[in-house]
């Protein structure tokens, strides 16, 4: 069974430039959060959706970020214009039900802002 | 003060040996509990729930303390194939929307 995809897996962009994610959820799943990872800040919820609409967005660092779920099964997460503190590794994770079943995350995408 | 708080470790053990880690959390309305794992430079993927009378899953226990928000996982005769972070995870309440709060995790490296 395919699980959550994510691309690019790697993304290397110059200070300034957008970046956009994607995140293909598993069929079914009426869940997505997208997830930044860093060694100082450990795994932060940037937002999350139900049903293709935003839940929660407390944690989007600023207006530089914004996230979209068109459908069911895709979404994406952009940073415009992208900054070097913005590196990091950005996981997409899906479930069933929200904060009480098993989240499946993606392979994530590691992002470098030079 | 974090919602999740757990010992960064690092513990280093060998093969066959028992390792304890330990969480708190600060919510007590949380309702759903969990352990995560990490291996280097992939995503988490689930170890197993917590639930309240606490349980087992081969060589791993996990035991809940709602009393003192106390979450804790014992790994039994550890294997090499063990060394990984340990995320405790614990969701914000009860209802259908509740999010999830990762602690920062534990690192754990099992050497021969």
């Known amino acids: 069974d395919a699980g959550v995809i994510q691309s690019p897996r790697h993304e290397v962009t110059e200070m300034g430039q957008e970046v956009t994610l994607r995140c293909k959820p598993i069929?079914?799943?009426?869940?997505l959060f997208w997830y930044r990872q860093t060694m100082m800040r450990g795994l932060e919820l940037l937002i999350y959706f139900n049903n293709n609409v935003p839940i929660d967005d407390s944690g989007m660092p600023e207006d530089r970020f914004s996230a979209k779920m068109p459908n069911a099964s895709f979404s994406t997460l952009k940073i415009q214009p992208s900054e070097p503190r913005d590196s990091a590794v950005y996981f997409c994770?899906?479930?069933?039900?929200?904060?009480?079943?098993?989240?499946?995350f993606g392979p994530g995408t590691r992002l470098l802002v030079l | 003060r974090k919602e999740v708080e757990q010992d960064p470790g690092p513990f280093n053990v060998p093969e066959g040996a028992t390792v304890a880690f330990n969480c708190t959390y600060s919510?007590?309305?949380?309702?759903?509990f969990f352990w995560y794992r990490q291996d280097c430079r992939k995503e988490p993927k689930l170890l197993m729930s917590?639930?309240?009378s606490g349980n087992e899953d081969g060589r791993f226990t996990a035991q809940l303390n709602r009393a003192s928000q106390y979450i804790s996982l014992l790994i039994r005769d550890s294997k090499l194939s063990d060394s990984a972070t340990y995320l405790c995870v614990v969701n914000d309440r009860g209802s259908t929307l509740g999010r999830l709060y990762f602690g920062r995790g534990t690192q754990l490296t099992v050497w021969p």
């Open positions: 917590v639930y309240s």
């Open positions: 994770a899906s479930s069933l039900d929200g904060g009480r079943e098993t989240q499946y």
């Open positions: 069929s079914g799943h009426d869940y």
């Open positions: 919510n007590s309305a949380s309702q759903s």
